[in-house]
């Protein structure tokens, strides 16, 4: 596995960048676990970012709520699809024990997702959110 930092561009809102940067660090902890091989390691951290993940959704979805968001639907609906993807990953490596398999979706498909997402929804989201005076 080789392991790219996602490249994030900063969106309007200081507090959203700051929980991208956080997720990052996550993801740069959870490359160097595979990388080690550690079992206990990726557990750990694979609760840590599952929980990071839900107050990053939900942290948006609140605000983009609070500001009566139009598109707030579409926007969730991204988040959606990743919570379900991670719900599976996490059952199967779960039964399987498989850290490639894991390490598939985390360095492929979820940073893969997280970049696009970040360019688009949340830099929409955020600019509208920073115009109706939502921090
Ligand atoms: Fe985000
Ligand atoms: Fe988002």
Same mark, same amino acid.
């Given at each position: 596995?080789?392991?790219?930092?996602?490249?994030?561009?900063?969106?309007?809102?200081? +507090?959203?960048?700051?929980?991208?940067? $956080? &997720?990052? %660090?996550?993801?740069?902890?959870?490359?160097? *676990?595979? #990388? !080690? @091989?550690?079992? +206990?390691?990726?557990?750990?951290?694979? $609760? &840590?970012? %599952?929980?990071?993940?839900?107050?990053?959704? *939900?942290? #948006? !979805? @609140?605000?983009?709520?609070?500001?009566?968001?139009?598109?707030?639907?579409?926007?969730?609906?991204?988040?959606?699809?990743?919570?379900? #993807?991670?719900?599976?990953?996490?059952?199967?490596?779960?039964?399987?024990?498989?850290?490639?398999?894991?390490?598939?979706?985390?360095?492929?498909?979820?940073?893969?997702?997280?970049?696009?997402?970040?360019?688009?929804?949340?830099?929409?989201?955020?600019?509208?959110?920073?115009?109706?005076?939502?921090?």
């Amino acid at each position: 596995m080789s392991y790219r930092r996602p490249r994030l561009p900063e969106v309007a809102l200081p +507090a959203m960048n700051r929980v991208h940067e $956080e &997720e990052l %660090a996550l993801l740069d902890r959870l490359a160097q *676990a595979f #990388e !080690e @091989g550690e079992e +206990a390691a990726i557990d750990a951290l694979l $609760e &840590e970012f %599952a929980t990071h993940l839900e107050a990053h959704f *939900a942290g #948006e !979805e @609140g605000r983009m709520e609070r500001a009566a968001f139009p598109p707030y639907p579409v926007h969730r609906a991204e988040h959606e699809r990743i919570r379900e #993807e991670l719900a599976q990953v996490r059952a199967r490596w779960r039964e399987t024990r498989d850290a490639a398999m894991l390490a598939r979706w985390f360095f492929e498909d979820y940073t893969r997702w997280l970049e696009s997402h970040v360019a688009t929804m949340d830099h929409v989201t955020a600019a509208y959110l920073a115009m109706q005076g939502i921090d």
